[in-house]
């Protein structure tokens, strides 16, 4: 599995944007993705979450304001990120992230632990001005 980030860049307070991760070589059925983010001089942080039955989880400090969904190809997977009411805070490199192929007797349960996951993408800047 390889993941590649996009779509990051320097936005207004307030305004959107919406980030991508392609995961390729990606044919699991049962999964976990994830989107963190590392602000300068701050510890990488769980952002959202979403599973391959669709189940969601949002930090608190993003929830109702950012949107994970994903988009599914036969080997290849694109995971999206859109972020309304961006404000400086948001500012920070944000990576993608996929946990491991789980087997039908495990729950599937969306997670913001960085230890969950296995395979990362290099990020994508993110930076919002005042």
């Known amino acids: 599995v390889q993941l590649v980030e996009s779509g990051g860049g320097s936005v207004q307070a307030g305004n959107s944007l919406r980030i991508s991760c392609l995961a390729s070589?990606?044919?699991?059925?049962?999964?976990?993705l994830g989107w963190f983010r590392q602000a300068p001089g701050k510890e990488r942080e769980g952002v959202a979450s979403?599973?391959?039955?669709?189940?969601?989880?949002?930090a608190h400090s993003v929830n109702g304001r950012f949107t994970v969904s994903k988009d599914s190809a036969y080997d290849s997977l694109s995971l999206y990120l859109q972020m309304n009411s961006l404000k400086p805070e948001d500012t920070a490199v944000y990576y993608c992230?996929?946990?491991?192929?789980?087997?039908?007797?495990?729950?599937?349960?969306?997670?913001?632990?960085?230890?969950?996951?296995?395979?990362w993408g290099p990020g994508t800047q993110v930076t919002v001005s005042s």
């Open positions: 070589q990606f044919r699991y059925n049962r999964y976990c």
């Open positions: 992230a996929s946990g491991p192929p789980r087997p039908v007797w495990v729950d599937l349960i969306p997670t913001l632990s960085q230890s969950d996951y296995v395979h």
């Open positions: 979403i599973c391959s039955d669709g189940r969601t989880l949002y």
